[in-house]
Nanobody, 127 residues
Framework: QGDLVESGGGSVQAGGSLTLSCAGS????????VGWFRQAPGKEREGVAA???????SYGDSVKGRFTISKDSSKNSLSLQMNSLTPEDTGMYYC?????????????????????WGQGTQVTVSS
């Protein structure tokens, strides 16, 4: 189903911004749902944002109004613009894609292991 490769993570102070990118493959273009989830040490995976094949977006409550997801199907790429970052945003961020039937395209759905995940990129926000 193709590899997903994330980039753009790093360290930033609270209030700062980062943009994550995810490079996919031709298979990613055919995904009905792509997006991001994150995982902080000792915590469960948390859906962040998702976008479906029609361009409809979904965001986790904790990031609404601060994060923006977008995709460029012609380049098989996905981006996550993150603004007004807080220490609570610290974690490993994973790009994910779902194939086949998708009941609800959101970040939470993408945390299921049967989906395709990248290796992750670390985001650290200091206060």
């Amino acid at each position: 189903q193709g590899d997903l490769v994330e980039s753009g993570g790093g360290s930033v102070q609270a209030g700062g911004s980062l943009t994550l990118s995810c490079a996919g493959s031709e298979y990613t273009r055919n995904s009905r749902c792509v997006g991001w989830f994150r995982q902080a040490p000792g915590k469960e995976r948390e859906g962040v944002a998702a976008i479906d094949s029609d361009g409809r977006t979904s965001y986790g409550d904790s990031v609404k109004g601060r994060f923006t997801i977008s995709k460029d199907s012609s380049k098989n790429s996905l981006s996550l613009q993150m603004n007004s970052l807080t220490p609570e945003d610290t974690g490993m961020y994973y790009c994910a894609a779902a194939y086949g039937l998708v009941e609800t395209c959101d970040g939470g759905y993408l945390t299921a292991p049967h989906n395709t995940w990248g290796q992750g990129t670390q985001v650290t926000v200091s206060s």
